[in-house]
Each structure stands twice: as structure tokens, then as C-alpha cells.
């Protein structure tokens, strides 16, 4: 069905993430891929420059070993992790242009008050994609 699937990861700890992953792999073509993207929040200048390198190093490493304990789930599937900074559903769409995915697997919430003025990035995703893109809830 799909060749490449982009799977964004908030690694929050709400699980989410397993079942994602193994929707992906069940609409996996033969042969293809799947990746995983986690767009970390900026630090604030101010703080990015009092923290030494190897934290800022070790920031991104917790992320990675996360991933991959998630794509672990994937079984035999080829996961490949890309770890993105900055407005997650821009770096989501740019993620998706990079890998040239033909679908897009991202999880939703049920919409609080604040997501019908601000949109969420499950919303904005929809909205702005290149691909398909299908919503877990």
C-alpha cells in the first residue's frame, strides 16, 4: 500500500508510539520503510548557551535510544530515525518532503478548547501535507 510511512513520535509516555508503529508496518508495502521523527522543542537561546555541549549531546541521544526502542517493535520493517528542532508540524511536512513519504501516520488527541483557536499538529499536518495522511486516534 505505502512505501514510505513518516511516523511522528511525541515521546510524551501515553504508548501511543507502539501502536502507531505497528499500524505503519501493517500498511507497509514490501520492501519499504518507515520513519520515525521527533521534533524536540527549542531550548530558549539563553539556556542552550549555559548548558554544556555533552548535555545538549545527550539530549538528542535520549531521544534516538527512544526511537529506537520504538522502531525495535517494528520487527524485520527498516526504520530509520530522523530527529528534527523547531515548529513540529512544519518539521513534520519537511520530514515527509525529505523522505519522499507517500503517507504520513500521526496520532491525535480528543481536541481541547485551546486546539479550536490555535489548531493542533495533527490539524495542521492535514491541512498543509504534500501526501496522505492518516489521523490514530
Known amino acids: 500500500m505505502y512505501s514510505k510511512i513518516i ?28 520513519v520515525l521523527v521527533h521534533v524536540m522543542e527549542p531550548l530558549p537561546p539563553y539556556l542552550a548557551a549555559t548548558l554544556p555541549r555533552e548535555q545538549l549531546a545527550g539530549r538528542r541521544r535520549d531521544v534516538l535510544r527512544k526511537l529506537e526502542s520504538l ?10 530515525y530522523d530527529i528534527r528542532e523547531g515548529n513540529a508540524p512544519s518539521k513534520i511536512l519537511a520530514a515527509a518532503q525529505d523522505h519522499a513519504a507517500d503517507l504520513i501516520l500521526i496520532g491525535s488527541h480528543v481536541p481541547g478548547f485551546s486546539d479550536y483557536f490555535l489548531g493542533s499538529t495533527a490539524a495542521r499536518v492535514v491541512r498543509h501535507a504534500q501526501c496522505s495522511v492518516l489521523v490514530e486516534r
Request: proline share 3%; glycine share 26%; aromatic share 0%.
Open 7 to 34: 511516523v511522528p513520535v511525541a515521546l510524551g509516555g501515553t504508548g501511543v508510539g507502539r501502536g502507531l508503529v505497528e499500524r505503519a508496518r501493517a500498511l507497509l508495502d514490501r520492501g519499504g520503510a518507515i
Open 71 to 80: 522502531g525495535a517493535g517494528a520487527g524485520k520493517v527498516s526504520v530509520d
